[in-house]
């Protein structure tokens, strides 16, 4: 397994990590609002902007010099020596013994990007070309159906980063979608899902996307296999299927041999991890839905991103900046939790595509060596849409007892204008990061019962259940639009914010074998439920439950 320069290192034993350790000694004695009371000028120190993307960080339990012990802390952990090999190609994954080389996706410069010392980028820029022209071929109506009619529907079947990133995309920019396309996602093995995403499509019309790197993916080869038996079922018949189904993949006879032909089965590569891979040629659902032109903005502004990460130092680096807020608040503040907080309703999805993207990158507890971490690695994501969090847990948020931090997203503009509605989302917006930097103290909370004309005795009683902390650590992210190239930069900047703390923490950011594990189980009992294995070896929990499953449903 090989080993990098910035790898060797432990987070807890470097000179920084008791330094930055008093340092919070004495931050946690401070209060946010009595910061910004004293200093007109915070705002203004804490806000960054790059690649479309406005972040105030000022509501963060930050000082100057917090921010020089969090960049000496990266620079001591070898950041910018990472930074140049994931660029460079070198196989920072590992355990896999593969680069992680998704910014070669969206390169929009010359610039070569190697594996194992040859240039990638003339197969990327083939995968894109072959996306263009299916797209286009798709939108002209130059291919059809198995009785002469354009497509109208697109069903997308897949399952992890292969579903998780071209939803949240292709909900984000819901306003360019081009008309007479409508496109589903199929995900989830319950039959239920896909059942209900069938019902009302016709076969004559609907063009389905398997998208699989091995072509054996145990969820979407079972949606694939049902998605084609309704098409047979429905007027298909087995030479149709061509015309109907394509694949994303890198086992091209597995796809072959289920009926697709090979110059619609599009590449996959080891290089790039399912959940960084929205902008290969798993974004074909993307391209169809907002056009290839609007797919190359998207992956213009990634670039954006990459090269302010690549290129800025780390105190002006917008990634690098929320990476290190992250472990100053996760191995300093004992937080195990963040919010994503999106105010906008197209970007709701966003959320879950973050929580695959943070928790399955950083949810580990060896180092690249393979030795027990001895320090908390990735937190808990979670979150939902704005404003109607408010209205459901940002009462934990601001009362309960948790330390937890958040960020808080929007467009500054909408793509749609009625009344207030926009400035009245702002607001909610705005003054729930407020309303957790400040809080109310328990002479505010009096004053108030007080001008509401209750007595001593009930101000006495009540005075209390109305006190909120404060002092909880919040980002605000701003964009002008929620443009392509503002949503690829925005989800580029969460790629590279993982990474960050991945080198910080001294962990691979890039391998899953927790996943691969319950991949293999999950197979191993399908094989003893359908009755191709005894459970001999099984626990008696699972054997137990197993044999409810076949006694209820007459398999024994």
Same mark, same amino acid.
């Given at each position: ?7 060797? *290192? ?21 209060? /946010?609002?009595? $910061?910004? #009371? ?10 960054? !902007? ?19 012990? /969090? ?43 190697? %594996?194992? =010392?040859?240039? %990638? ?13 299916? @797209? ?8 059809? &159906? ?7 529907? +697109? ?12 939803? @949240? +995309?292709? #909900? ?125 903005? /998207?992956?213009? =502004?990634? *670039? ?19 990476g290190l807020l992250g472990v100053w608040y996760s191995n300093f503040f004992n937080a195990d939790s963040h919010a994503i907080l999106p105010y906008d309703h197209y970007l709701r999805a966003l959320p879950a595509h973050i929580q695959q993207l943070d928790m399955e990158s950083n949810g580990k507890t060896v180092t690249h060596k ?67 930097? !400040? ?48 949503? =690829? ?5 969460? $790629? ?5 703390? &991945?080198v910080i923490w001294s962990i691979n950011s890039f391998d899953q074998w927790g996943v691969e594990l319950g991949k293999e189980l999950g197979e191993h009992i399908y094989e003893i439920i359908t009755g191709a294995k005894e459970t001999n070896g099984q626990d008696s929990s699972t054997k137990n439950l197993i044999d409810l499953f076949k006694q209820i449903n007459n398999r024994i």
């Amino acid at each position: 397994m090989s080993e990098l320069p910035y790898t060797s *290192h432990y987070p807890n034993s470097l000179p920084i990590w008791d330094k930055l350790k008093d340092h919070q000694t004495k931050l946690k004695q401070i209060h /946010l609002r009595d $910061e910004f #009371a004293k200093d007109p000028d915070r705002a203004k120190r804490f806000f960054k !902007q790059a690649a479309g993307i406005y972040l105030d960080y000022s509501k963060n339990l930050i000082t100057d010099e917090t921010i020089e012990l /969090l960049s000496e802390l990266a620079n001591e952990a070898g950041l910018p020596e990472a930074i140049t090999a994931m660029f460079n190609g070198e196989k920072i994954n590992n355990s896999e013994e593969r680069p992680a080389l998704h910014v070669a996706l969206r390169n929009q410069s010359s610039t070569a990007f190697e %594996v194992d =010392g040859e240039n %990638v980028m003339p197969e990327v820029k083939a995968a894109l070309n072959q996306m263009e022209r299916f @797209v286009w071929s798709i939108h002209s109506a130059q291919w059809r &159906g198995y009785t002469n009619k354009r497509f109208t529907d +697109v069903v997308h079947l897949g399952i992890g980063g292969s579903y998780l990133g071209p939803k @949240v +995309v292709s #909900a984000a920019l819901k306003p360019y979608w081009k008309a007479g396309i409508n496109l589903h996602y199929v995900a989830n093995i319950d039959g239920t899902h896909i059942t209900e995403e069938l019902k009302h499509l016709s076969p004559e019309t609907t063009l389905f996307i398997i998208a699989s790197k091995s072509f054996g993916t145990q969820e979407t080869i079972m949606n694939a296999k049902s998605a084609k038996a309704w098409f047979l079922r429905n007027g298909g018949e087995e030479e149709d299927v061509h015309k109907h189904f394509v694949a994303i993949t890198a086992n091209t006879q597995k796809a072959y041999n289920f009926g697709i032909r090979e110059e619609n089965i599009f590449p996959m590569w080891d290089w790039v991890g399912g959940r960084y891979s929205l902008w290969s040629t798993i974004g074909l659902p993307i391209a169809l839905t907002i056009g290839i032109e609007n797919f190359k903005n /998207l992956l213009a =502004g990634a *670039h954006e991103m990459d090269e302010h990460f690549r290129t800025a130092p780390i105190t002006e680096n917008i990634p690098a900046i929320l990476g290190l807020l992250g472990v100053w608040y996760s191995n300093f503040f004992n937080a195990d939790s963040h919010a994503i907080l999106p105010y906008d309703h197209y970007l709701r999805a966003l959320p879950a595509h973050i929580q695959q993207l943070d928790m399955e990158s950083n949810g580990k507890t060896v180092t690249h060596k393979g030795e027990p971490v001895e320090w908390s690695t990735g937190p808990i994501i979670w979150g939902g849409a704005g404003a109607n969090g408010q209205h459901a847990y940002h009462q934990l948020l601001h009362q309960g007892t948790h330390f937890l931090p958040a960020d808080f997203i929007m467009p500054l503009r909408t793509h749609n204008h009625i009344g207030d509605h926009h400035a009245l989302l702002l607001s909610n917006c705005l003054s729930q990061s407020q309303a957790l930097m !400040q809080g109310k103290t328990l002479d505010e909370a009096k004053a108030e019962l007080k001008a509401q004309g209750r007595t001593d005795e009930q101000i006495e009683e009540l005075a209390p259940h109305k006190v909120i902390p404060g002092n909880r650590p919040s980002n605000t992210m701003l964009f002008e639009k929620a443009t392509p190239k503002t949503i =690829g930069a925005l989800i580029a900047m969460y $790629e590279h914010k993982v990474f960050v703390q &991945g080198v910080i923490w001294s962990i691979n950011s890039f391998d899953q074998w927790g996943v691969e594990l319950g991949k293999e189980l999950g197979e191993h009992i399908y094989e003893i439920i359908t009755g191709a294995k005894e459970t001999n070896g099984q626990d008696s929990s699972t054997k137990n439950l197993i044999d409810l499953f076949k006694q209820i449903n007459n398999r024994i």
